[in-house]
């Protein structure tokens, strides 16, 4: 019966992926420093994993592909073959297939693969290693009667050449950790008769794979997919399965005249029940405990993530009822055994939030390759660097920012840099540098994407603006430089004259001002003309659970996340001033702009202007505000909810909470606030 591999399918994917950008990095590093030969085999093996896992799948376009990727990596790796620009790209292209199938198998789609472009890619990869001339083929010939290529996955250490075959102490180390399993020496024996036996190879594999971990096999793997035996080759074979389950598994298959199961180690002793030679009670203790610590990490959908995130949400709204109840009853022993609750809840609200957090390095990976393939086409020389790769952020924040951090990289490509020609024209060096950084930045991470490259004119953006009629000529006369961010993320405005795949649309910065705002992030640029553009995102680290500031205007209760916050004061009437027309506040020698919430949402009840009032100072982006408030209810832990559908247009609020009374307390967008200066 064959078996069912489609609940392996999301497995499959994640590993795929994996792979995939190991290979892309090699490649990148290895276009920049050829010489690093090692990096060959850092990818051959990627890529012979692919096939594997893909073989084992059923995939066979994928299994096709890579292994005329192997071949062709396999010239590589003994000189036979020159790293060259143009096998660089065919690399590059190959491997860009390969993701493209992958994405397909994760939608599901793969009937819809385009065998014309796997064909070609195939065609492309197998003419580059017929190329090789003569005389390097000769070399290719003498390697073959070797025991194989310097790194390959087989007869190594005392492996080949009739010598015992034997694990190494790492090997004995790793597999006598895990209790129940056995080391197996097997001797496959084909039919006489046997016309395909490179097939049967693939087929005793791909079955050893669904029982347990190929460790080598003699002759290696190449040779076998070659043919390049008679009619018996040994795999050493790791598996939790008794060994006549093993010889009943592989003679199932068609032509195995006979395999013979020779048990070489098993759960952790010797025949004589004792340890290894070289190893200890005390080592194999150790072993055990680090092979207990490796194999408790699991893989968990996200989608339970953010289940047990809402759960945890609904536990403290329900813990902020009850302290309510606690404070009105007076009963002390509730208020102990609350304030317990409360604490194992914190603690509990934390370990949920750091089972989110994912490096900023699993979307900053995605870059180099695409950084690389655009600068190339548009005929400039980049040197991109990432900085903060270990920074943490929520996942749901980190899957929203990549678009964003891709249009800024695009931008700072297309626009930013100059071609090597201009820039040794004036003076720079020809290569230009692009660099993305993460950090931490009191309450928020900030990620920075920067240039050295043209900067940006401002005068010159908002004269733009009104030649493409996107600003009237009163407007244009009372910008200021400060405003470059706000004519930059217009709806529809663009330097480019063509519209091409790359920018042009009038798109980009506002598709990520709007995104990051949506985040309850914010976004500034600073530029100098000439030296260079840094655009930097401000973001939160989650958004499901955050701390607020309660606040009381008139007899509604409104939410500002905390993070925004930067002082709480008492204003007196002469510090308020009028310029152009609007109210400000004189605080600490500065003046900020003043915003009236009884006023901007219209509340029942107002100020009347003569006596001293609340005020919430709040920092967003480089912009500062001063925000009148009745009243201070004080910080809370609040969760988030995003309003109803027929509430997201209305300005001013980005969600709502339940408080610990029953009621909704709308959450304050301090985006809005500034906006509407």
């Known amino acids: 019966m064959d078996m069912d591999l489609s609940q392996y399918r999301d497995l499959f994917i994640s590993e795929a992926v994996e792979q995939i950008d190991t290979i892309n990095k090699a490649l990148l590093e290895l276009e920049s420093k050829p010489e690093k030969s090692e990096l060959i085999g850092e990818i051959f093996r990627s890529v012979h994993t692919l096939k594997g896992m893909s073989a084992t799948m059923g995939y066979d376009p994928l299994t096709d592909i890579t292994h005329e990727l192997e071949n062709l990596l396999d010239q590589l790796r003994i000189g036979a073959l020159p790293i060259s620009g143009r096998v660089i790209d065919l690399l590059f292209s190959a491997v860009d297939t390969i993701g493209g199938m992958v994405e397909e198998i994760a939608r599901g789609e793969t009937v819809a693969l385009d065998w014309k472009k796997i064909e070609e890619v195939i065609s492309e990869i197998s003419g580059a290693v017929e190329e090789i001339a003569p005389d390097i083929a000769d070399k290719l010939v003498s390697a073959e009667g070797k025991a194989g290529p310097p790194d390959a996955r087989a007869v190594s250490e005392g492996r080949a050449g009739g010598e015992e075959i034997q694990l ?35 087929m005793v594999f791909r079955k050893l794979a669904q029982l347990g971990e190929v460790i080598f096999s003699i002759p290696p793997v190449e040779e076998l997919e070659d043919e390049k035996f008679e009619r018996e080759f040994i795999v050493m074979f790791a598996t939790q399965k008794m060994p006549e389950a093993v010889q009943r598994a592989l003679l199932g298959i068609a032509e195995i005249a006979d395999v013979k199961a020779e048990k070489v180690l098993e759960a952790g002793v010797t025949q004589g029940g004792e340890p290894p030679e070289g190893m200890t009670e005390a080592d194999l203790g150790a072993v055990a405990r680090e092979s207990v610590r490796k194999s408790s990490t699991i893989r968990v959908n996200i989608d339970r993530l953010d289940r047990l995130m809402a759960l945890v949400g609904e536990v403290i709204v329900n813990r902020a009822r009850l302290e309510e109840i606690a404070a009105q009853s007076g009963i002390q022993e509730l208020k102990d055994t609350l304030d317990q609750t409360a604490r194992l809840t914190s603690e509990l609200q934390d370990e949920v939030m750091k089972m989110r957090m994912v490096p900023v390095e699993n979307v900053f990976n995605r870059f180099p390759r695409m950084v690389r393939d655009l600068a190339k086409k548009q005929g400039k020389q980049v040197r991109f660097l990432m900085e903060g790769k270990d920074i943490e952020l929520d ?22 840099v100059e071609t090597p020609e201009e820039r040794e024209a004036i003076g720079k060096p020809p290569v230009s540098t692009v660099r993305v950084s993460a950090f931490r930045d009191r ?16 005068s010159e953006i908002f004269d733009r603006a009104l030649a493409k009629g996107l600003i009237s000529a009163e407007q244009r006369e009372a910008l200021a430089d400060s405003d470059l961010l706000s004519v930059l993320c217009i709806p529809g405005f663009s330097t480019s004259e063509v519209a091409d795949d790359v920018s042009g649309r009038g798109v980009g910065m506002d598709a990520v001002k709007n995104k990051v705002e949506s985040l309850g992030g914010s976004v500034t640029i600073d530029t100098s003309p000439g030296l260079g553009t840094s655009a930097t995102l401000r973001l939160p680290l989650t958004l499901a659970i955050i701390r607020a500031l309660l606040v009381g205007v008139s007899d509604e209760v409104f939410a500002i996340p905390l993070r925004v916050v930067e002082e709480v004061k008492i204003a007196q009437p002469e510090d308020i001033r009028k310029v152009g027309g609007k109210e400000t506040l004189i605080s600490r020698e500065k003046v900020l702009p003043l915003i009236r919430l009884d006023e901007v949402f219209d509340c029942r009840t107002k100020l009347n202007g003569s006596e001293p009032f609340q005020v919430v100072v709040i920092e967003y982006g480089d912009k500062r505000i001063a925000v009148e408030v009745h009243n201070l209810i004080g910080q809370r832990e609040i969760v988030v909810a995003p309003l109803d559908i027929f509430l997201r247009n209305v300005e001013g609020f980005s969600g709502a909470t339940i408080l610990g009374s029953g009621r909704v307390a709308l959450v304050i967008d301090p985006a809005s606030l500034v906006v509407n200066l």
């Open 168 to 202: 190494s102490e790492a090997e004995k180390r790793r597999y006598l950790s895990v209790p129940g399993t056995r080391v197996l020496r097997l001797t496959v024996v084909l039919d006489e008769d046997c016309v395909l036996k490179s097939v049967r190879v693939f």
């Open 395 to 416: 996942r749901t924040v980190l899957d929203e920012i990549s678009d964003p951090l891709v249009h800024l990289l695009r931008n700072a490509i297309d626009h930013g």
């Open 443 to 458: 309450n928020y991470v900030a990620i920075r994407v920067e240039d050295d490259g043209r900067g940006i004119k401002a």
